[in-house]
């Protein structure tokens, strides 16, 4: 064995997948029963529920790369038309403007008409056309840089619904460096956040005109079988592999220094001495693990905040809604009475992900609904029926519930996280062999975790050439 791979989820697969295609004799352990992490997909009565995330973005080139290589494009699906997202605010459910881009519309005409935000707050969000650049190079707050230039408002009822949710997390903890740079990049380039989204739509049209897809459609893909299909293609891939070998149920007790590098301890008893080790596993059993071998590390990574997440998929029959629901869902605002974050209908955003006559919903609730995330299994999924109930007027109960809780997993990129991210690399750094990757670091999203975790094989294949791992 050259390389041991801690973690089987989908930064874990894809680092064995890429050592595998070079060659590399390569175990993977994985403590649980399953491989994947949150990428879990079930089929039940005919519905299709994502236990974790649903889609992922198709412009980080990662994603899409192993997709390509799996021979699973004919199995990538786009959502369906049309795409219309609402937000809950006031007690009703406001559609987003069209032709949004992260925060900001990329046509002027559907947000001035829009009747998301007064005429006030639209002036107000207008001083963005004027004001100067901030200058400033040191990390602040998402929701705090968006005030500045675009007033409460915009952060209350789009940008920390959108950009909140995801991380599950306040806005304002949020770090604008490690979440949306682009947004800086935007203000240095054109002035005004304004002017830079409207600039960015028109190339986005001009692209589309000329046939290109860089300018047609959404960017959110997933795949026919879900997103566990990713993990199935992984496994399947693996499995035709001779130089793989894959542990469930196995795990790691503890790391340590060697004269050559670093050993595994399982909790079996057996001692595993690879000439590479790559740590996927979530930030908080990372920590544990790098406790004895790079306490540093161990100590900089428990500066990261883990949030818990929860997802509650709930299914219907068509008829027990007073009419059929519109749109691919909502995002609830700043304010609102309501326990679960946002809501996805699937059914009605992706192809066949219910039977027909039935509607499937897929509620959110992360940790910035700390009292929803903290009750228990049942209370939870009884929140989400009554959300549901009073958002979307579903009667009666649901025909299908199920609960994916994810607990404190979910790593929170809070201002100074790229900073505590290259304290912790660079201690873990003078481990010889031993390499870092997945969610708590560079990207909570599956692209993001697919290219760390590949960015970490190719760095273990150059150590193993070199023979670094052992001088």
Not at 23 to 35: F, I, K
Not at 380 to 404: C, F, M
Request: charged content about 20%; proline content about 7%.
């Amino acid at each position: 064995m050259q390389a041991l791979v801690i973690g089987g989820g989908i930064t874990g697969l894809a680092a064995t997948h890429a050592l595998a295609e070079a060659g590399v004799s390569v175990t993977l352990v994985e403590a649980s029963g399953r491989l994947g992490g949150k990428l879990r997909t079930e089929r039940i009565d005919g519905f299709l529920v994502e236990m974790g995330p649903d889609s992922f973005v198709s412009y980080r080139p990662a994603g899409m790369q192993l997709v390509r290589s799996l021979g699973l494009e004919e199995a990538v699906v786009r959502p369906l038309e049309p795409r219309v997202v609402h937000i809950r605010i006031g007690g009703r459910l406001v559609p987003l403007p069209q032709e949004m881009g992260l925060v900001l519309p990329t046509r002027l005409q559907p947000f001035i008409t829009t009747p998301l935000f007064s005429p006030l707050q639209k002036l107000r969000m207008g001083l963005d056309l004027v004001l100067p650049r901030d200058g400033l190079a040191r990390d602040v707050g998402v929701g705090v840089y968006l005030r500045r230039r675009l007033g409460p408002a915009l952060v209350d009822r789009l940008a920390g619904p959108l950009l909140g949710g995801v991380y599950g997390t306040s806005i304002d903890e949020l770090s604008l460096q490690a979440v949306v740079p682009q947004l800086r990049d935007a203000e240095r380039d054109h002035r005004s956040l304004f002017l830079a989204s409207l600039a960015a739509g028109r190339a986005r049209r001009a692209s589309a005109a000329q046939g290109t897809r860089a300018g047609v459609g959404s960017p959110f893909v997933t795949l026919s079988g879900g997103v566990g299909q990713l993990v199935e293609g992984l496994l399947g891939a693996l499995a035709s592999s001779s130089a793989v070998e894959i542990r469930t149920g196995t795990p790691v007790a503890a790391l340590a220094r060697t004269g050559s590098g670093v050993e595994a301890r399982l909790a079996s008893g057996e001692v595993l001495r690879p000439e590479v080790t790559i740590l996927t596993a979530p930030g908080p059993e990372a920590a544990r693990l790098l406790d004895e071998v790079a306490p540093a590390a161990a100590a900089g990574l428990r500066t990261i905040p883990h949030g818990t997440t929860a997802v509650v998929s709930l299914g219907y029959e068509a008829g027990q809604f007073p009419s059929p629901p519109v749109g691919h869902g909502f995002l609830v605002a700043a304010g609102e009475r309501l326990s679960i974050d946002a809501c996805t209908i699937s059914s009605n955003k992706w192809p066949g992900r219910a039977p027909e006559g039935r509607v499937l919903i897929r509620a959110y609730v992360g940790s910035r609904s700390g009292a929803a995330i903290a009750m228990p299994d049942r209370d939870l999924v009884g929140a989400a029926i009554r959300d549901v109930a009073t958002t979307l007027g579903a009667r009666g109960e649901p025909v299908l519930a199920r609960l994916a809780r994810w607990s404190g997993q979910m790593p929170q990129y809070t201002v100074g996280h790229l900073d505590r991210v290259a304290s912790v690399l660079a201690a873990a750094g003078e481990v010889p062999g031993l390499l870092l990757a997945g969610a708590p670091y560079r990207g909570v999203g599956i692209p993001d975790c697919v290219a760390q975790g590949r960015g970490a094989a190719e760095e273990a294949v150059r150590i193993i050439g070199s023979g670094a791992a052992g001088g």
